[in-house]
Every structure is written in C-alpha cells, then in structure tokens.
C-alpha cells in the first residue's frame, strides 16, 4: 500500500483490490441472477465475446483439501470479527452513536486508511456465502450493510466511509493524504458484492449514493487536476464503477470510471512500452483490471492492448518463479533483470491477489489454458501458504531472499491491505476451478470439488490428492445422456508419460503441455474420466540472472528448509497492540548454494532427489538440505533462490 504517491522506496506499506469482477457475472450481471434493475434500465451487456466463463460460484463446492481447510480457517477468523467493531468509526464519522471498540492497525481511528477492511470484509461474506450457503456469514455482512446505509442517510449527500471528507479536500488541494479513493473503493466493492452472491438491495443503493458522491466530486475537477489527483493510490475504482454501470445500466457511472484513467501509465501501456520501472505495483494492476472490465463492456481495442501487453509484460518479464511482482512494493528494475531483486520485502501478497484477477479476465476473452499455468502457479506457490494455518493471520511481504521467514498479521491489531486482499483471495477458491462456453466446460485446477450445471442437468466431481497425487479424477452425473466436450488442462510443466482414461479406458490420443485435451462425447451418469499428469523436476533461473535459481516441481516451488534457530515466535507475527509493523525484523540467516558439476546448468535440478512423497534433498552437495513445497513452510528460514557456483576451469570432481 503506498503511502501518498509513488516514492518508490519510502513505501510505507499495503495495497489492493476488490472482489468485484472475480464474482460479478460475466454477461448480464444483475439480471441473471433475477434481481430487479434500479430506474427501470437494463443491465449494460458485455459487448465482447467471452470464449469460456466462470461458473457461478454458488454452484462450486470445495471437498476436502488444503484449499477447504485454508477457506475454514479464514471463515472462523471472519467470523470472529463483531460487526459493531467493524461500522465504529463509519458511525463516529457520520455523528451517529457507537461504543463499540475501535479496531487497530490501519482501521485504528488515527489511521487514514481506516475503513478499507470492512469493505474486504463485505466482499469476503458475499464471497463465502456464495460458496458455502451459510447463512450466519450472510447475516453478518446484512447488519454492517444496514449500518452503512444509517451512516449515509445521516451524511444527506451519498458519502459513506470511516474518515471525513475533509480527506478529499487535501486531496484535491494537493496535500498530503494516504489514499482515500482506495479506500472508498474497497467500501463499494464490497457493497457490490454484497448485492450480487447475497442479493442485498440496500448494498447497491449504498454503493450507487458513494457513486454518485464520486462523480460530483469529479465534476469539480478539471482533467489536469484529475491526473494530480491520480498521484495519490486509487486502486481500482475504475473498475467498480463500470461494474456498477454494468449491473444498473447507468450510464453516468461508466462516465464517472473515466475520468479514473491515469494517462501516463495507461498511455504507454497501450503503445506497448513498458515504463513501469519506477511505479508502486499494486497501485496499478486495479487500473488495468479497470481497463479490462471497460474493454468488455465496450469493446474499445486500446483496453484490450492496455490489459493483454500488462499481463504479458508482468508475468514474462517481473514476476518471479511463486509467480509474485514487486520488491519493496515497486517495479525496480528493467524488464526482465531481478537479478538484484530479492529481499524481505519481495512479492507484496496483494499483487498476487490482482495479477490473478486480471489473468481471469484474460482467461475468459480467450479460453487460452496457458493463463492457467501462471494462475495455478501463483494460487499455489504466492497464495496458499500466505495464511497461517493456526490462526489465520495473513502475510504481507513474501520474502525472496534467503535466510527470512514468514510473517503474519495479528487478529486485530494489523488490518493490512494484504489482510484485505487475503480474507477475499481466502473466501473464493472455488472461482477458477472451472470455466463453460455453450456446450463445454473447462477444468482449469486440480482442487477436489463438485460444481453443478443445473441447466444442463450435469454436477462433475473432482477428486485428487494432488499435488501428492500426480493427476485427477473426474466423476459425472447427468439427469440424461449429455453430449459434450470436456476440456481438462494439460500443464506446461506435464512431464513424459502423461494420459487420460474414460471408464478405465486409457485413450489414444493426448495432449501437448499447455494446451486442453477435449473429450467430446455422449456423456452419462457413472462416467469417470482420469488424468495422469507426471511432474519432474527443474529449476528455473532468477530473470536476469541464471546463477540465481528456483527448484520446482510440477507447478510447486521447492523451499530449501534452513531451520528456525534464533527464531522466537514473537518474531513471526506481527503485535498485539501499539503501531503495527509489516515485515519481519531480525535479519536473515543461511545459505542456500550448490557446487554444480562441469558441463551442468544447475536447470536439470541433478542437485535434487526425490524422496517420499513431496519431500527433496539436494544431492552431490558437502551437506545435504532439505526442500519442501513452499506453501508448507512455516515457523522456519527458507530460500526460494539458491546461489549456483559452477566449478573453476578444469576442475574435477574427485
Ligand atoms: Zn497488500
């Protein structure tokens, strides 16, 4: 999260996004799910093609899995939160009585950010309710939309958030301030949220009073002024309001998101020149998440160039092997060379959050299955271990240079950005698993599951172990015989001997790494479709420096295990009380080197065996490491990157 604008290195912390696209329906929002449009309009449809959209998420269950467990351990803490705690200082700041207990960290009532959570929160409740059905989630999320609704018709002008708006006068006056549009996004994210998995009507209208708010606001300002003012973290404003726009059909909702569009980082993005060395990340992937919704909902060219070269450039070019961006919360260097780019501060978790984001976006336009090599990469590797599994603290930092640990927020003395993101990222797993064009559906990851087409009359049963297991099963049932193709995602990183079986049946014919295997057929009740999909070992070099390298397995990063001396629990979470701090403090410890042999690269990754399981050591070495996946470290000092030494000219080993 930046604090004021783009100084690179004084970066205070945190940043992020919203729920919104990740759950609003693709097509005609609203009026698929039979909800009444406000103002008699219709809904504004997408003007594109989507080749593949998401099941609706309230049709995909988890079953047992580290996925489920992690969903249940963010739920419980969710749950634990009162919702008076979390409208305090919304009802403080509209005059209206509250002796609730003020939440700390950055929703503390000295924090300028104050806020933003509760917006997470209700994103998060709609999220889970969707997935789960559970009504005590939803019930929670009501209370706190009923409250926001009291605090907007105190306020008489559509304004709802826990700070006053003497924060958008500094704003506007070019005075300091953190970021007050992030923050009002995130509010109205969760509102829209709120509205489409629960229904709320009272969420809309709350989010269409702050929309309106806003486009007042804007109309004061001249264009120039609005380029100042985008100086300031934004998030993704833009993005809700065309969401908004698309669900009512208002049209000065979608006026209002334009005026959000920062030129001088959109501008060069859509002539494809990368200039983003020198920008806080997470300020702007939500502006291309922006983009890629209002290309949908216009079909206007330049957002889909804006989008597509963003994803290309920050995925092939600045992202590390877990699939994270950022180091301190910038893009420091020139594309492609992080060779200077590991520390404690790499990988912001909210990067993460929005760079998946966007890649279901660019997945849906396309139906491409090599989105989905990055997504199940960095789903596995930069989002499921960020969560402690005790308690459910979340990670902000993902440190990448060895010798540092993992570091968690505290219950209610944090209130991160990336515990923002976290609690979201935490409520929805279920959205990626699988996709549907007219007569297919898509299974994009290997998460135990069930999703149901009721429409088609088909549920589809997944169940693995994977990764323990190195493929999966599919079970269907269907009301009637069903013809159609099934698209299971062949991995890039899918070894030899990979194939796929109809009931027991291995088939001919499979599939290259990175592509589908469609099965097309008359499909009945009992079928049961298996992959096999083989990892192997390898390592993968550091952009910019293939000294530097990554053991990976399959889709898994491999973390070296560099043991936990000196290493007390206080220093693995942030406080209880007092100022929060975002990183772990110590210093980091261990080395993480391999001695190569003549004539090797150190990418055939000969310096590792595999033991039982998902356990590694390294071979050939004067002391054997241990590597495990890096979303089961935990309590420990690891490296992601290990130094490569080649031998001297003319050495041998002995
Ligand atoms: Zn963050």
Redesign the pocket.
Known sequence: ?AKHEVSRRGFLS???AVAGATALPWKASAASLGLQQRGGRGPMPDRIELLAEPFPLKQVRLLDSPFLEAAQVNDAYLQSLPAERLVHMFRVTSGLPSSAQPLGGWESPTTELRGHFTGHYLSSVGLRYSMTGEDAVKQQGDAIVSDLAACQKANRNGYVSAFPEEFFDRLANDKAVWAPFYTLHKIMAGCLDMYTHCGNQEALAVAEGMADWVGHWCKGMGDDQMQRVMRTEFGGLAESLWNLGAITGNYGYTATARRFEKTTFLDPLAAHRDQLKGLHV?THIPQVIGAAREYELTGNPRYHEIAHYFWHEVVGERSYAPGGTSNGEGWDTDPGQLGHALSRSSQ???CGYNMLKLTRHLFTWTADPRYFDYYERTLWNSRLGTQHPGDSGKM?YFPLQTGWWKYFSSKTNSF???DG?GAEEFSKFGDSIYFRSANAVFVNLFIPSEVRWPEKGLTLRQETRFPDEEGTTLRITAAQPLEMALNLRIPSWTAAGGSASVNGQKLEAFSNPGSYLTIRRTWKSGDVVSLKLPMALRAEPLKGDDTQQAPMYGPLVLAARLGSDGLSTAMQYDVDTGGTQVAPRGRPEGLAAIALQPGETGQEAAWIKKGQGLSFQTTGQAAATELVPLHQILGERYAVYWQMNRPAPGFRRG
């Open positions: 999260m945190a940043a992020a997470n912001e978790c909210c902000y991160w950005c990336c993101t």
